[in-house]
């Protein structure tokens, strides 16, 4: 009934996180489907004047921005040229687009700790959400998931793996395992040694996917993985024993399930972050929009799969052990690794580092089994806070 009269009238849909690397390809898919979707808000951070640009065109109701040095310029911009749009700023900013119950969706897009606030805000005002920010579901996976069921919210997974298996899931009872793909990112062929050495350019030269830099550099050492089985746990409530991982350098099949009865089920797809993107905002419906040629098995000729190297990539079965053990453990897995990952990018630490720094800042992390929202934000700042620390003493 609801999605009948959706289909009568425009989608109404928030980006927050518009500059960005899914932000930026939400608003191409949303340009080829103008009579389809009104955009209420864009957000950002501080690339204002990508901002002001798409402002000028899609025309929301709102813009925001990270903080009010860059309010400023806006309302400048925005006396000279006599806009009308709204600006905001902060995580307040932010909270206010996702309070706005003419929402129907909102696509979170920004990177970081920053997505979770306006999440739970939008799941609280009971609008649907789009959800690429995966430390969202890492950090407090069982409080959001637990807030979206009692307000009747979906949370439509933009990440390609957890799109595809949403895609292929029909009867979450009948299924085994889930299969996650990775496409082992730009140093699967490279020896150990070789990775000790990789530069910050080599690192962000992935072989299939042009992201933000810090899934990039997760998508090198395997942390992105290993985010991602976190996020399937929750939004899919299988257990961390029937999650698998299995390399696939060409990243055609994006992730499979296999039911009870051994039936495997996969969804394929040129490597593209618009089919997702389009496919998450557009629930349940399925449109035209961006795809820019039709799948041919024949061109592709050739899929590979082969089984993760553990030794090589440590950060996957960190990460396992941090589900597991749940509560606070997945919070501060998170921050520790995004600060050591921020170090590297600033050239204070090497690639291998990162999971060294990690672990010892989660083996020394004191778990709290049943956090509140509160408990995940304060482990998230002292975490954060130790690792600087740490990386400070090296
Ligand atoms: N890129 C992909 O293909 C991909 C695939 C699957 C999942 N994801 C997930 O999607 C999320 C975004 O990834 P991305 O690659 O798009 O990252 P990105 O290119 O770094 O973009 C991050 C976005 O967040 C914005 N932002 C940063 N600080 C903000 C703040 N304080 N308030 C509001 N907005 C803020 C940035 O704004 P400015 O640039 O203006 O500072 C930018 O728009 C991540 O959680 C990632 O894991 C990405």
Redesign the pocket.
Known sequence: MYYNKLMERKKKISI????????TQALEVISKLQDKFEIIAL?????ID??LEQAEKFKPKYICC?KIENHKILKQVQNDKNFQWKILHGTEG?EEICSNRENDIILV???GK??LKPTLKAIENGIDIAL????TLVMAGDIVMEKARKNNVKIIP???EHSAIHQCIKDIAQVEKLIITASGGPFLKKTIEEMKSATVEQTLAHPR?N?????TVDSATLMNKGLEIIEAHHLFGIDYDDIEVVIHPQSIVHSAIEYKDGSVIAQLGLPS?HIPIQYAISYPERFEGIKSKSFSFSEIARLDFEKPDYEKFPTVQLAFKAGRLGGTATACLNAANEEAVFAFLDGKIKLYQIYEITKKIFDEHNIIKNPTIDDIFEIDITTREKTKQLIASL
Do not use: F, R
């Open positions: 927050i996180g518009s500059t960005g690397s899914i932000g957000a950002g951070g501080n690339n990508l901002l990270n932010l897009a920004c990177s920053i997505g690429a920010n995966k430390e933009v990440d390609s996917w992201m933000g830099k810090k899934i972050m």
